[in-house]
């Protein structure tokens, strides 16, 4: 069983930087890929981001493509993290941002191919 919680949300003005972290407890999650989705109110949850197992393999939307960038240390298995850093944020970029992570599918788009998910943690970008 893998849990995930995510930290690093927060209220910032247009143009600024936030980073997000994805601590996952269980060695297996250092051997999943990952992934951040995000969920604005009345709209469906979408993808953001993902990342292979190892870190070498990164995807992205193309909402966010050259602002956001994922990464993670596995360098202790029973403590790896995720972490999204957002820079150049949008008003259209607030949302509730949630960690994923899947044991099958590394860049998924889809949802429902992840198999864990953190509790999520609200971002808010004002104008």
């Known amino acids: 069983q893998v849990q995930l919680v995510e930290s690093g949300g927060g209220l910032v003005q247009a143009g600024g930087s936030l980073r997000l972290s994805c601590g996952g407890s269980?060695?297996?999650?250092?051997?999943?890929?990952s992934g951040w989705f995000r969920q604005a109110p009345g709209k469906e949850r979408e993808f953001v981001a993902g990342?292979?197992?190892?870190?070498?393999?990164?995807?992205?939307?193309d909402s966010v493509k050259g602002r956001f960038t994922i990464s993670r240390d596995n360098a202790n298995p029973v403590k790896s993290t995720v972490y999204l850093q957002m820079n150049s944020l949008k008003p259209e970029d607030t949302a509730a941002y949630f960690c994923?992570?899947?044991?099958?599918?590394?860049?998924?788009?889809?949802?429902?191919?992840?198999?864990?998910w953190g509790q999520g943690t609200q971002v808010t970008v004002s104008s």
């Open positions: 990342i292979s197992r190892s870190g070498s393999s990164t995807y992205y939307a």
């Open positions: 994923a992570a899947s044991q099958y599918h590394s860049g998924s788009h889809n949802p429902d191919e992840y198999d864990y």
């Open positions: 269980g060695r297996a999650f250092s051997s999943y890929p």
